[in-house]
Structures are given as C-alpha cells and as structure tokens.
C-alpha cells in the first residue's frame, strides 16, 4: 500500500533563510509521482512542484525545488529565500503507477508541516 | 474556466439528516476525487471517478455514496450524517497524459459541521 510520511509536524524559519520540509514514500511501483501542495490559513489547496519517478533531474519551480533521492524514497522539499507568505501548512503526495486503471487517478497524503515564516 | 467548483461552502446538519455536496468542474478532465480532511490531518480518499459512469471506493467510504453522470459533475451524498463526519471536503480533478502524473486542481472546500 502507498504511504507518505513526514515527521515534522512543524517548523520555524527565519524570513529570507531556506528550509527543507521532509517527506518519505513508500510504493512498490517503478512509476509514480510525488507532489507538494501548500495549505494556508484561508484553507485552498494550491499545487507547488511535481517529481515524477522517471525524471532524471530534481524538479525546481522559482523558489521551491525537490531533493528526490530515488533509492532513500525521500522527496523532501526546499523552499529558498522564506517569505512571510511561505507561512502555511504543507503537504506531500503521491500518485502511483498501480496497474488498475483506478488506482492511478486519486492522491496519498502525508500528515503535513506547519511552517511559520519569521521576520 | 471556473476551475473546480464546490456548493455549499458551509453546511451544519443535524445527526441523521441526508444532504449532497455539489461539485463541478469545466476544464473537460476525465478524473474526480473527493477528499476528507480533519483537524490536523492531511487530506484522505472518500471516492473517485475516472470518468462517466465509473466510480470507486478510496481509503475511507463509509457513509457516503457518489456517482458520476457526466464528466462536469461528481455529487458526494451523505446518507446519514454522523458527528463523525465533521470534516472539511475537497473535490479535485485531474487529467492523464501518457506515463507523467498531472497535478489535482482542488475545489475551495466545503466545510460541514454534524451536530
């Protein structure tokens, strides 16, 4: 079965600095698909950065990038230059590759890292 | 495009009453989901769709029934509504192309509160 783990349960940065927020994964499949989403405090959930199993290089998108480290299962993620914005729940995600047409369509998520964002 | 798009924002219901969460959605994707999330949690699976007439069960069904006639609508119907049921829920879509994963586009939510 998929799971998705992250064991910071919250984080503290100082604004302009970068943070790593955790994530590990857990899938018997070869392909798969690790997605970051952002929750803030207005309760939206807004799509950050995809890595697909099969990409050789680490996906970036402006600020935020994902160290996948393939063989530890990790897909943690990097938020450079914190911005007071950044302060928000955020979660990880996975779709796998599991050969039922079903199973491929809907989303695991982790529990979530609270981060806050100070001046 | 109105994205993905959810009625009732709020609903307070008393145990044992019935009601149906609206969702739609006019980006023409073949796939809908419907989340739960509570306090603290991260989202969890109710039902999905991967088109028309096809539906199945996700990580927590009980208690709620979908279907799915056109590929715009995907309805989540409380049977009977249980204290346990008060939850914050998001409806996404997505679509697939090829081997790459697409990104769900989420609903702003529904926040239901059982009494």
């Known amino acids: 079965a998929q799971k998705i783990t992250q064991t910071q349960p919250g984080m503290f940065v100082q604004e302009k600095e970068a943070v790593t927020l955790d994530c590990t994964y857990d899938?018997?499949?070869?392909?798969?698909?690790l997605f970051w989403y952002k929750q803030p405090s207005s309760g939206e959930m807004i799509f950050l950065i995809y890595?697909?199993?099969?990409?050789?290089q680490n996906a970036t998108e402006g600020r935020y990038s994902l160290n996948f480290q393939k063989a530890r299962k990790s897909a943690n993620l990097v938020i450079s230059a914190s911005q007071l914005g950044d302060s928000a729940m955020y979660f990880c995600?996975?779709?796998?590759?599991?050969?039922?047409?079903?199973?491929?369509?809907?989303?695991?998520f982790g529990s979530g890292t609270r981060l806050q964002v100070q001046p | 495009n109105a994205g993905v798009t959810q009625t009732p924002k709020f609903q307070v219901l008393k145990t044992g009453q019935s009601m149906t969460l609206q969702c739609a959605q006019d980006?023409?994707?073949?796939?809908m989901s419907w989340y739960r999330q509570d306090p603290g949690m991260g989202l969890r699976l109710i039902h999905y769709?991967?088109?028309?007439?096809?539906?199945d069960q996700g990580e927590v069904p009980n208690g709620y029934n979908v279907s799915r006639s056109t590929t715009e609508d995907f309805p989540l119907r409380l049977l009977s509504a249980a204290p346990s049921q008060t939850s914050v829920y998001f409806c996404?879509?997505?679509?697939?192309?090829?081997?790459?994963?697409?990104?769900?586009?989420f609903g702003p939510g529904t926040r239901l509160t059982v009494t």
């Open positions: 996404a879509s997505s679509y697939s192309r090829g081997a790459r994963f697409y990104e769900q586009y």
């Open positions: 899938t018997s499949d070869q392909s798969y698909g």
């Open positions: 890595q697909g199993s099969y990409d050789e």
């Open positions: 995600a996975m779709r796998d590759g599991a050969n039922t047409d079903t199973g491929r369509r809907a989303l695991t």
């Open positions: 980006m023409n994707h073949e796939y």
């Open positions: 769709s991967v088109g028309a007439g096809i539906t």
